[in-house]
């Protein structure tokens, strides 16, 4: 209750999910005015250093942030005693080669790190013999996987489903983004796999959101009229079958 907690935002408010948090006397929201989380980025480093706050702990859950925060470290522009980042992809298994703004990051601003936290062994190991050096840079790395109930999911399996959706359409229901790396690879009941993705990344076949088009993995498409995206986004789920809505 007595300490004092500042949360910073790549862009403007764009849903009501932190007003609650917001409310409370202890409590800082920081928005740019950025629709763009690329386009926030510079707003967002001069709202950091705007602040003019000697921070205890700083706690960054993303790759991008993670850079920014650690490079404004090192420069003397924003006092942190206690750096603490949760590593938010698994990016040297999920990539041949890290995207540059990967390696930008960890150059100019992971050094800054004092605990960087894995969500699993297996994304330590990858990061520790991916990134060697900067491993031995970083304070410490520790593991703390999420939160979740596995006992409670696999109770809840047993249960039947209470939904609203159609008996004469088949479902496929999905949380989460929609990568291989969150096993979201689906399967139609001729075995064929659908490799679905959030984005389109140039030469990986994939599902696209905003498009709205599904390319299997054996090259074939099924196309809007075959294939509803139902509340884009997060919490996005499709349905294989005419468009009635």
């Not at 202890?26 to 386009?39: A, D, R």
Request: glycine residues 8%.
């Amino acid at each position: 209750k007595n300490t004092q907690l500042t949360v910073a935002f790549l862009t403007k408010k764009l849903c009501h999910g932190w007003d609650r948090l917001g409310e409370l006397p202890n409590v800082s929201l920081v928005f740019t005015k950025s629709k763009n989380v690329w386009m926030g980025i510079p707003k967002l480093v001069l709202n950091l250093i705007g602040l003019r706050i000697k921070f205890d702990i700083c706690f960054t859950s993303h790759t991008d942030m993670t850079g920014i925060a650690g490079l404004l470290k090192r420069l003397h522009l924003l006092s942190i005693q206690t750096f603490v980042a949760r590593e938010s992809c698994s990016v040297f298994l999920r990539y041949k080669k890290p995207p540059l703004r990967f390696r930008i990051h960890h150059i100019l601003g992971y050094p800054a790190v004092n605990l960087l936290i894995c969500q699993t062994q297996r994304m330590k190991e990858q990061f520790v013999q991916g990134a060697p050096r900067l491993a031995r840079r970083i304070q410490a790395i520790d593991v703390l996987p999420n939160p979740i109930d596995l006992d409670q999911i696999r109770a809840n399996e047993q249960k039947p489903p209470h939904t609203n959706l159609a008996p004469s359409f088949r479902y496929i229901v999905a949380a989460g983004r929609l990568v291989l790396d969150y096993a979201m690879d689906l399967a139609d009941e001729s075995g064929e796999v659908w490799e679905a993705r959030s984005r389109a990344e140039q030469g990986k076949p994939g599902f696209n959101l905003a498009g709205g088009v599904l390319v299997t993995t054996s090259g074939s498409i099924i196309s809007v009229p075959q294939v509803a995206v139902f509340r884009q986004g997060r919490g996005s789920f499709l349905r294989r079958g005419p468009v009635t809505c």
